[in-house]
């Protein structure tokens, strides 16, 4: 079974763009979460999808935004791209929504604001 | 709100030696999952163990153990007679009930093995 993929693995984005990384979860699994890993900060977690819905938010701004599709795969956007925002963006996928669901993380994206 | 402390910033050790990592959590809830993942320098996860709060029995895997003390909340992990392999950054992570997924992560061990 092919593990979770994200795309792309690198990006390289300026000050005040946009940008949207991709996930696409284990197959059969139908809940995604998405991470940010900052040097400063640690894992922190930035939402959860399931079915579709968001079902829990991370304490970031409105800049960070994300969204599922049917096929469980998932998209997260940040606009108005800050210095600040530069870490490695990590998806997670389960089976199903709840805590007591292994998680299972792909490679990540490494992002870069110059 | 719930947190995880992982004191051991870095933690050195020549191959064989025996390391433990350790991971002290604060929840209010009662029933919850503690975790392991390790992160290799190729930035991925890897899922090592998982335990609920109900489960308070020791495990070992391989050259892996881990010992969960509800009484002090701590699940630390030990690696046996470590191997250059074990070289990585570890994770603690905790999620409790309620319906969501969300992990809290402590900030990491990272381990150095060297031969």
């Known amino acids: 079974k092919a593990g979770v993929t994200q795309t792309p693995r690198y990006l390289i984005k300026t000050r005040g763009q946009q940008v949207t990384l991709s996930c696409s979860p284990i197959?059969?699994?139908?809940?995604v979460s998405w991470y940010q890993q900052t040097p400063g900060q640690g894992l922190q977690f930035l939402f959860e999808?399931?079915?579709?819905?968001?079902?829990n938010k991370g304490n970031f701004p409105g800049r960070f935004s994300g969204r599922q599709f049917s096929n469980s795969r998932s998209e997260m956007n940040v606009s108005t791209l800050e210095l600040g925002d530069s870490a490695l963006y990590l998806c997670?996928?389960?089976?199903?929504?709840?805590?007591?669901?292994?998680?299972?993380f792909g490679p990540g994206t490494r992002l870069t604001v110059t | 709100a719930q947190k995880v402390t992982q004191a051991q910033t870095e933690i050195s050790v020549v191959e064989k030696e025996d390391v433990t990592l350790d991971c002290v959590y604060e929840?209010?809830?009662?029933?919850?999952?503690l975790f392991w993942y390790k992160q290799p320098p190729s930035g991925e996860l890897v899922f090592l163990i998982r335990?609920?709060?109900?489960?308070?029995q020791n495990e070992i895997s391989g050259r892996y153990s881990w010992n969960f003390q509800k009484s002090t909340s701590s699940f630390n992990f030990t690696i046996t007679a470590s191997q250059v392999v074990d070289s990585a950054v570890y994770f603690c992570?905790?999620?409790?009930?309620?319906?969501?997924?969300?992990?809290?992560f402590g900030k990491g061990t990272m381990l150095l093995v060297s031969p």
């Open positions: 992570a905790l999620s409790e009930a309620g319906g969501y997924s969300t992990l809290t």
């Open positions: 197959s059969g699994h139908r809940s």
């Open positions: 335990r609920n709060s109900f489960d308070e």
């Open positions: 929840t209010r809830d009662t029933t919850y999952y």
């Open positions: 999808y399931f079915s579709e819905t968001q079902r």
């Open positions: 997670a996928s389960s089976l199903g929504a709840g805590h007591s669901y292994e998680q299972y």
